[in-house]
Nanobody, 122 residues
C-alpha cells in the first residue's frame, strides 16, 4: 500500500521548535515534489511549504518564512519541516503530500499523509 506517514508532532511551548518528518511507505519521494499543509480546528487547510524534487526549489507561505525550513534527504527518502519560534496560531494538524511542483501547493496533489498534530501552548 502506497502512503505517506508524518511524524514529529507534539506539544511545545511558544517559542519552541519541532521537526516534522514525511516518509513514504511503499512509495518513493525521490523525483517528486513534496508539500506541507496544515489545518487548525474550524479553519480551512492552508499551504505551509513545498520543496522540488531537486531541493533547489523551495516555496513558503508568508507565515512560514523565516521560521520554517523544508528540506529533504533523498538517501533516506524523507522530507523534513523544521519549525522554529512556534506560536499558538501554529497549532494544527500538519500533513505532507507528494506530486509535481504545481500540485503540491494545492488539493490536486495525488498522495497525502494522515497528518501529525502540533500543539503550541502559551
Amino acid at each position: 500500500q502506497v502512503r505517506l506517514v508524518e511524524s514529529g508532532g507534539g506539544m511545545v511551548q511558544a517559542g519552541g521548535s519541532l521537526k516534522l518528518s514525511c516518509v513514504a511507505s511503499g512509495a518513493d519521494l525521490r523525483g517528486f515534489a513534496v508539500g506541507w499543509f496544515r489545518q487548525a480546528p474550524g479553519k480551512e487547510r492552508e499551504f505551509v511549504a513545498r520543496i522540488g524534487w531537486s531541493a533547489e526549489n523551495q516555496d513558503y507561505a508568508g507565515f512560514a518564512k523565516g521560521r520554517f525550513t523544508i528540506s529533504r534527504s533523498d538517501d533516506n527518502n524523507i522530507v523534513y519541516l523544521q519549525m522554529n519560534n512556534l506560536q499558538p496560531d501554529d497549532t494544527a494538524v500538519y500533513r505532507c503530500n507528494r506530486g509535481i511542483w504545481q500540485e503540491v501547493k494545492s488539493d490536486a496533489a495525488p498522495l497525502w499523509g494522515q497528518g501529525t498534530q502540533v500543539t503550541v501552548f502559551p
